[in-house]
């Protein structure tokens, strides 16, 4: 049974959530708070995550943060502000989509049903692939030859499947993260001020805080140490960043 995570801290929004999931045959686990969520998406591993932001202790947004660290599985982020930045910040950490209260149970029910969909089309894909490896008698975990890989250290980089292995342990990156650290790792050793980044990455002119580059840089460092990486963005001081390999 497909099992799904909802965590809100307003009874009633997580109840009437909660029955209409349910309604559609889902196995369905309710939070009031996010203290014992982390543990439990570690241990449980939800098919899908329908998360508020605006919580009491630890808000949404940090949950997401930190989720993004070891999972990639779809996040769902509603919220009563619904302004613009919620909605840019959720997307940018790595929340797959968006949803304003007050909303109509049934278009988050419709939401989830879709998202659900990307992920079995993905699985069904993916089988595939590792059906054809097989039969071709090429070890599955030995990165596709016919797919352009970006090589950095003991990084390997897929732009095609937005994938990053290391030593044949994938690492989790949001959409910003990923393209960040592409773009660097095939510019190893050049050094890029956060106005060329944001420019030369995203593709548009610098207009807002240049903040949104270092928290990208602080969390994709994080990733890189925990699985031991050799690639590492270093500070350029009074400039900005650079790839560079230590091995």
């Given at each position: 049974?497909?099992?799904?995570?909802?965590?809100?801290?307003?009874?009633?929004?997580?109840?009437?959530?909660?029955?209409?999931?349910?309604?559609?045959?889902?196995?369905?686990?309710?939070?009031?708070?996010?203290?014992?969520?982390?543990?439990?998406?570690?241990?449980?591993?939800?098919d899908c995550?329908?998360?508020?932001?605006?919580?009491?202790?630890?808000?949404?947004?940090?949950?997401?943060?930190?989720?993004?660290?070891?999972?990639?599985?779809?996040?769902?982020?509603i919220s009563a502000r619904g302004e613009e930045v919620d909605r840019i910040n959720g997307l940018e950490l790595g929340c797959n989509d968006f949803l304003s209260k007050p909303f109509n149970p049934r278009e988050l029910v419709a939401r989830v049903k879709a998202m659900l969909r990307l992920i079995d089309t993905g699985k069904r894909t993916s089988n595939s692939i590792s059906l054809s490896s097989v039969a071709d008698m090429t070890p599955p975990t030995v990165p596709d030859t016919s797919t352009s890989y970006v090589y950095a250290g003991n990084l390997s980089i897929s732009e095609e499947f937005r994938q990053v292995l290391i030593q044949n342990n994938e690492l989790y990156f949001t959409s910003r993260e990923f393209e960040l650290l592409l773009f660097l790792a095939t510019h190893v050793q050049r050094p890029f001020s956060r106005e060329q980044l944001i420019?030369?990455?995203?593709?548009?002119?610098?207009?807002?805080?240049?903040?949104?580059?270092?928290?990208?840089?602080?969390?994709?460092?994080?990733k890189l140490v925990q699985y031991q990486s050799t690639l590492t963005?270093?500070?350029?001081?009074?400039?900005g960043y650079k790839a560079a390999i230590h091995e």
């Open positions: 049974m497909t099992k799904l995570f909802v965590v809100d801290d307003d009874p009633s929004i997580l109840q009437l959530i909660s029955e209409y999931l349910r309604k559609e045959q889902y196995e369905v686990f309710s939070y009031a708070h996010g203290q014992q969520l982390i543990e439990h998406v570690q241990h449980e591993h939800p995550l329908i998360l508020d932001i605006m919580m009491p202790g630890i808000d949404g947004l940090t949950l997401l943060t930190e989720l993004r660290t070891f999972t990639g599985i779809p996040i769902i982020m420019q030369q990455v995203w593709n548009y002119d610098f207009f807002g805080e240049l903040r949104v580059v270092d928290d990208l840089v602080k969390r994709i460092r994080k963005i270093d500070t350029v001081w009074g400039f």
